[in-house]
Structures are given as C-alpha cells and as structure tokens.
C-alpha cells in the first residue's frame, strides 16, 4: 500500500490523541479535519484499533487477577477464620469474595467485549 509522505506524522498524531485518551471516533474526526488520504486513514484507525484492543486486554487480565487473588484471600481466610471457630466471617465471605466475583466479571468483559 502507498502511503503518503506524511503518514508518519499523522499516525504520531493519532497515537499522541490515543494517549490522552481520546476515543476512535474523536480521532477520526481529527484526521479528517487533515484531509489526509482514504487509505492513510484506514490504516491508521486500524492500528489505534489494535492499540485499543491491547489496552482493554490488559486492562481486563489485571482485572481478572486482582480478582482471582481477592477470592482467593476471601476464601482462604473464612477457612481460616472458621478453623479456629470464629463467628466473624462476614467481611472475608462476603466483602473479598463479593469484590473478587465483581472484579473477575468486570475484567472478563474488558477481555471478551
């Protein structure tokens, strides 16, 4: 594919805007406000769009481990807890656990959506 001699410059441009945190469409508006070529504007939203996929796959695996960890702690204590016959169990029942599940479901849809 031939690109323009400006090409650089102008995925510089919408990389710089992708990391403020500008969204697909902002950035495709700035670019057409560049009268840049067709095909220099397909290839560059189809990169931010990989950038983007790679920030959500992230974003959700380190959801994803937060919360495996955080029921893991959650469960592990209530064993803990109940071993050693306390009646306690409110907060490593239902508080970890509760944000661990919240958490591990919120990282799953970063990751699958």
């Given amino acids: ?16 805007l992708f990391e403020q945190g500008k969204d697909l469409v902002f950035i ?6 560049k ?4 095909g220099d504007l397909e290839e560059i939203l189809k990169q931010i769009k990989r950038l983007i996929h790679i920030h959500r796959n992230k974003r ?4 994803i481990l937060l919360g495996v960890v955080l029921l893991g702690i ?21 508080g970890l656990t509760a944000t661990g599940i919240i958490l591990l479901i919120v990282g ?3 990751l699958f959506h």
Avoid at 28 to 33: A, M, N, R
Avoid at 74 to 94: E, K, Q, R, V, W
Wanted: aromatic share 12%; net charge negative; hydrophobic share 40%.
């Fill in 1 to 16: 594919m031939n690109q323009s001699p400006r090409f650089g410059e102008h995925l510089n441009f919408a990389h710089l």
């Fill in 28 to 33: 495709e508006t700035k670019l057409k406000e």
């Fill in 35 to 38: 009268n840049i070529e067709e």
């Fill in 60 to 63: 959700g695996t380190q959801l």
């Fill in 74 to 94: 959650g469960f592990i204590s209530s064993i803990l807890l109940h071993l050693n016959g306390s009646t306690a169990l409110d907060f490593p029942l239902y």
């Fill in 108 to 110: 799953l849809v970063y």
